[in-house]
């Protein structure tokens, strides 16, 4: 059989381009209400897709004098989609650096349990100082020691997952018993950053576990990633980098007594639609034009680390102030992407942000239905992608282009679903059902 | 103009009793799926109550092998309830001991934007050892300690929601402004407890600022309760316990610079209905059947803070153990409730069992929708409550009963609205928006 393709959408705001809410016909401030979530993933359930997404961080973006940002908590929106939906997966961001693992745990198996066991968490480390000032620290945290609480704030929220078996709940009437709760563990974790007692007070998901997300670029992330991700969202521009990060994380998983299908690699994937490759040229010309120059010089400034003063649109790279990516700090994967791209094609500054499109570093594909489609079948076929994180130029105008006519060309060659054939993100993705210990230990009882 | 009451229903699992899951044609499983929620809440909202609740523990309830508890996590819970209505308020509980501001403040805040305004945050300080140990604490903080912590939690919570002046949000496609950032302000808080940068990244409320519910008891409680409390939940078996607590809340309020009509004060009110008296009676008694007595009584006992063995059916109360409630800890709500209705009645453990329901330590009134309509007018009339947080005896059938029953009545004699005349909880409740002094300094910008 025809490899298959997973898809997700990244519902980030009004799209990945910076000018994207300035579009004709774009409702700019669409992103702060519902509806817009709603609809995008009922377009997506209709589509088949794997699952919906959304990226967080839990501090105001300074740059939206210029541009929306991912303000909504993800949980909470992600909930209110759930009662809309009756299929689509829902994957959303919480960080482990300024959360607990029992809240987290429970908040994802809420939404698994109100959505029938299609919930998917995205752990992140959170860079930056914005958020750290957020929850009383001075600045971020040191990039390892964020990594190291990662792993052991996963390994937690997977025991309280765990905390109970399936069918614990009885609700016998006529035995008086309500719960068995021989079937319900203490959790015990004790730690280096955490001591949790649990259990958790949810219990067990319908697909045995929420879909562990991961998106680590750093040497720790990618660490992170091949030990605890199910899905792993990646940024490649070009079908090497997209190998060499594909065979990378799966042998680092490999390490971890894990096989190549129980990670499933989703590289970041932006689209400008047109129904001729003229036309896509146009709207990629329009929307580029749209992002104010000033606004993604600043921007380019703050992710690369360099002063403002030393970006000159037609210059080159302020080389000599640039480190090595893995020793950046903040968010690593888009320093990363910037940089080997400007290296690799010689741009200059001007060159670069056309190329990035005032988007998140991850490769834009513009064309036609049948190109896109080509592109997508290309790098699954050729075993450098299992799917893609889909990141619409605009939204929802841009999405809307790709289920009319991207999935169905998809379809048409045999590469992707035409409908689905689980009720779970978990059976989408075709993941088992991680395998847990499940400790000896049961809760205490008040009474005998 | 009659008084009129305001209603709040309380969705505690299967219902305040601790049989009700046992009742013939409940689903003894319901409260962990999406539906039951939905349900309610549009019965609610179709006979116009004020707002939903769930109240919340960050813990396993150790007697889950005898009954269900509140389980699933409430902001996410009435995320996907705001998403199936379109009126109703939505008060759920977050603890302030095992949270963080920003966190609890972007929830309720998003919770807001999704549902038009109609979000209600109801502070709790989470007794017990059990929540502690799930969030690395040995034992629960001192009484004390929590409320002071509650205190400046709810002023940082404020102070973020009033970060975003109204209509800071501008979309200027033209102008290339998408917000007014001179109307965005740093939170700049530096306390005992938090220090805490903001701004919020989410837009002011539609209704202000979310609602904030309180239930304090004890001289900590009653104090907070009258310093940020909107909404404050009490418990109250008698007429004279009602006025003691309304009137003493509302002169603590005032010495806060608060009017009466700024604090509304809601006892809770659990209800069986039967269509005679006889039938209601009749309802009680196989309620009351249906809770197992060695689970009654050592619920009482860890209630009481007492060993079980010194609990004996048709004994007295162990009086020699018993501390005065206010220095008891714990949730002191329920023991000062019980330890009260014991002595004024001299009532046997039995009695005392047989007329706590089970329940939460409040007050039950069983008869016809006539007497529950006459009970919840009388006490309004009277000046000693504002109206009910509505705890059915059975859900959802003591609260179907209610809704196509009492409701009417209610509205038959002029106290309950026939319609909303608003959008929003706080309109709902005739709250005024707070006056929140924003400070001066507003969002740094990386684009000057």
Do not use: C
Request: glycine share 10%; proline share 6%; no cysteine.
């Amino acid at each position: 059989m025809t490899r298959q393709v997973h898809l997700n959408v990244n519902i980030l705001n009004a799209g990945v381009f910076g000018g994207s809410w300035r579009l004709p016909g774009t409702d700019p401030l669409a992103s702060f209400g519902l509806a817009h979530y709603v609809d995008i993933a009922r377009k997506a359930e209709a589509a088949k897709f794997d699952a919906v997404f959304l990226a967080d961080g839990p501090a105001i973006r300074e740059d939206l004098r210029y541009r929306p940002f991912n303000s909504l908590e993800p949980s909470v929106v992600l909930a209110a989609v759930a009662a809309s939906t009756s299929r689509i997966g829902l994957i959303g961001t919480l960080s482990s650096s300024y959360n607990d693992p029992y809240d987290v745990a429970r908040r994802f198996a809420t939404l698994d349990q109100l959505s029938g066991g299609r919930s998917g968490w995205n752990v992140v480390t959170t860079a930056g100082r914005q958020s750290a000032r957020n929850f009383g620290f001075d600045d971020e945290p040191d990039h390892g020691r964020r990594y190291e609480r990662a792993a052991e704030f996963v390994e937690v929220v997977r025991k309280l997952w765990n905390s109970w078996e399936p069918d614990a709940l009885v609700g016998d009437k006529s035995g008086q018993v309500f719960a068995d709760t021989t079937r319900i563990h203490r959790t015990d974790h004790h730690g280096e950053h955490f001591d949790v007692a649990g259990p958790l007070n949810v219990p067990r998901s319908p697909q045995g576990e929420p879909v562990v997300v991961q998106a680590g670029a750093s040497r720790d992330g990618r660490a992170l990633a091949a030990r605890v991700g199910e899905v792993i969202f990646t940024a490649a521009q070009t079908e090497d980098e997209a190998r060499e990060y594909y065979h990378d994380v799966k042998a680092r998983a490999r390490g971890y007594g894990r096989g190549p299908e129980d990670v499933i690699v989703l590289p970041g994937l932006s689209t400008v639609i047109g129904s001729t490759e003229a036309e896509a040229r146009e709207r990629r010309e329009l929307l580029a034009e749209l992002v104010p120059p000033e606004y993604a010089l600043d921007r380019l400034a703050g992710q690369l680390g360099v002063p403002r003063e030393s970006l000159v649109l037609d210059g080159s790279l302020p080389w000599e102030l640039l480190a090595d990516p893995d020793d950046a700090g903040g968010s690593q994967t888009f320093y990363k992407i910037a940089v080997s791209l400007a290296r690799r094609e010689s741009l200059t500054v001007r060159q670069l942000l056309r190329r990035l499109g005032g988007g998140a570093g991850h490769r834009i594909v513009t064309g036609t239905p049948e190109q896109i489609a080509d592109a997508i079948v290309d790098w699954v076929d050729k075993g450098v992608a299992d799917g893609f994180n889909l990141m619409p130029d605009v939204l929802p105008s841009g999405f809307d282009d790709f289920v009319d006519h991207v999935v169905p060309e998809l379809q048409r060659r045999g590469v992707f679903r035409t409908d689905y054939d689980s009720t779970t993100l978990r059976g989408h993705l075709g993941l088992a059902a991680p395998h847990h210990a499940i400790p000896s230990s049961h809760v205490e009882q008040v009474v005998a």
